[in-house]
């Protein structure tokens, strides 16, 4: 079996979850990784253990001069990138009027507008080598909505939409995307990355209250594992034909499947409705 090619990797998001580490284990198979965060405090071990091979950077997704400042390193430093990887964002949890409008924003501007400005800054470097795997991090949330998890559905809806529409701008340039959908893992998450919605109305106790329950009480039992999600994405930038969406973990496949089926029957009993909104033959 041939070895793994070594790559070249830029990880948004690198301080903490996955993208902390799947730096690590990219950087121990040998790999080459830019590794970037808010406070590049929390990614500079990476680059005093691995001098030759990590480079840490300040990179704020909502600041557009830290994303070229990050780019215009990076292609100093190395001359290109083979995986760029959108992980940086977080969860608003709480019903969709109990945010603040300033929450609202602020997630919006992190899970989407991050992610478009970092993949935009990147488009004319792999356009030009006519190579390139992005990963985008999305969640079972940009699949199937919830009570409580209305406001993070949205930004990872959006997340979804876009990466479809980029998978088919970039497959004839030899450009590669997959969009990652995790159910619950034992990430931050849930803990001291998740954002709770300032108010907490009682009309909405037992939907969105509940999801917000649960979600402080499951921290540290999630069923995923973070370092087996690590190893699988890292294997899809091997395989020559990688999915455009991949669902990681049983909770995922669960609530895909759920979804799909109601989806499905929706779609079919209402068959004739649908077709009769067409100027007749």
Known sequence: MSQPKERIWFITGASSGFGRSLAEETLKAGNTVVATARDVKQVAD?????PEKALALTLDVTKPDQIASAV???????GHIDVLVNNA?????????????????REIDTNVYGVLRVTRAWLPH??????????N????????????LGLYNLTKYAVEGVSEALSYELAPLGI???????GPFRTDFAGRSADFAENEIADYAETAGNTRANIRGYQGTQKGDPMRAVRTIMGLVENENPPLRLLMGAIALGRYRTKAKQWREDVERWESVTLATDFPD
């Open 89 to 105: 964002g977080y969860g608003l949890i709480g019903a969709v009027e109990e945010a603040s409008d300033t929450q609202i924003t």
């Open 137 to 148: 991090l999305s969640s079972i949330a940009g699949v199937a909505s919830m009570a409580g």
């Open 72 to 78: 215009e390193k990076t292609i100093a430093k190395f």
């Open 46 to 50: 990476l680059e005093e253990f691995y």
């Open 126 to 135: 792999l356009r030009k080598q006519r190579a390139g795997h992005i990963i």
């Open 176 to 182: 590669r995307v997959t969009i990652i959908e995790p």
